[in-house]
């Protein structure tokens, strides 16, 4: 089992950065990919990053691309997602994902990750 805990979220104007942390606890000896997913108002939930807890892959959504970093401390269990030159369509409430380091299915594919945090909200103003 693996315990997700999301935590950094807040009101931030556009152009500004913030950083969203996931601390995971739990089954710590078992390798996982870790992901990032954001769910905005009446939208469905769509693949903002991941990156393999053992190596040093990591994947963006078009949209964050050159704005948002996905990156991890191991010794800490824990990833972050900074996020920069926030736009008023980042607002979301984020989640932090995590899936066995095979699955046999695609880092963006969103049933394919077994735990999920909480959320947590992040509003851009214009």
């Known amino acids: 089992q693996v315990q997700l805990v999301e935590s950094g979220g807040g009101l931030v104007q556009a152009g500004g950065s913030l950083t969203l942390s996931c601390a995971a606890s739990?089954?710590?000896?078992?390798?996982?990919?870790m992901g990032w997913f954001r769910q905005a108002p009446g939208q469905e939930r769509h693949f903002v990053a991941a990156?393999?807890?053992?190596?040093?892959?990591?994947n963006y959504a078009e949209s964050v691309k050159g704005r948002f970093t996905i990156h991890r401390d191991n010794a800490k269990n824990t990833v972050y997602l900074q996020m920069n030159t926030l736009r008023p369509e980042d607002t979301a409430v984020y989640y932090c994902?995590?899936?066995?380091?095979?699955?046999?299915?695609?880092?963006?594919?969103?049933?394919?990750?077994?735990?999920w945090g909480q959320g947590t909200q992040v509003t851009v103003s214009s």
């Open positions: 994902a995590a899936r066995p380091v095979y699955t046999g299915q695609y880092y963006y594919t969103e049933n394919s990750y077994t735990y």
């Open positions: 990156i393999s807890w053992s190596g040093h892959n990591t």
């Open positions: 739990g089954d710590t000896f078992s390798s996982y990919t």
